[in-house]
């Protein structure tokens, strides 16, 4: 039974081996690609022209932490002057009898309020800001302190009771 098995066998891997061989061989086609300088050279002026305009543009830059805290306290500064300017106005316009008196002091009064919200909201979002940068100097500082540091950590082996008799 066995010499049987062993013949199947040869005759499945003759048979295997026979399909194989018969199958073609696979050609390596090269495809040779022009170059990419004849490709650009044959490209238009049109689309140069495109090209340069794109390249033209610069992009805006995201404000970083440290351009939000500068542009709050420009704010807050604008917020000043332009508190300092309506209140002349109101004065001048007083002096000039173009308002009554009541009317001035609430025109004043009104000015100051809008001013001091403006200005404690700025206040606000800039100490807000400048803590949150602090607090990540902070951070990055301490995981580059603890990156740094190369010690070795020894720790001692505990002592088993049996050990010390």
């Not at 992009?59 to 508190?83: C, F, H, N, R, W």
């Amino acid at each position: 039974m066995k010499v049987r098995q062993i013949i199947v066998l040869v005759a499945i891997f003759a048979g295997v081996w026979h399909t194989a061989a018969a199958q073609p061989k696979k050609k390596k086609i090269q495809i040779d690609a022009p170059p990419p300088e004849s490709i650009l050279a044959t490209a238009s002026t049109q689309s140069d022209v495109v090209l340069l305009d794109l390249t033209a543009l610069k992009p805006e830059m995201p404000l970083g932490p440290q351009d939000v805290l500068k542009s709050y306290e420009i704010a807050m500064s604008l917020v000043a002057e332009k508190t300092a300017t309506d209140i002349s106005a109101i004065a001048q316009a007083r002096q000039a009898n173009q308002i009554a008196r009541e009317q001035a002091e609430y025109l004043l009064q009104q000015t100051y309020q809008i001013a001091m919200m403006q200005y404690q909201v700025l206040s606000a979002l800039h100490d807000v800001l400048k803590h949150d940068i602090d607090e990540a100097t902070l951070q990055s500082k301490r995981s580059l302190k603890a990156a740094n540091s190369d010690g070795v950590l020894m720790v001692p082996l505990p002592i088993s009771p049996s050990g010390s008799k």
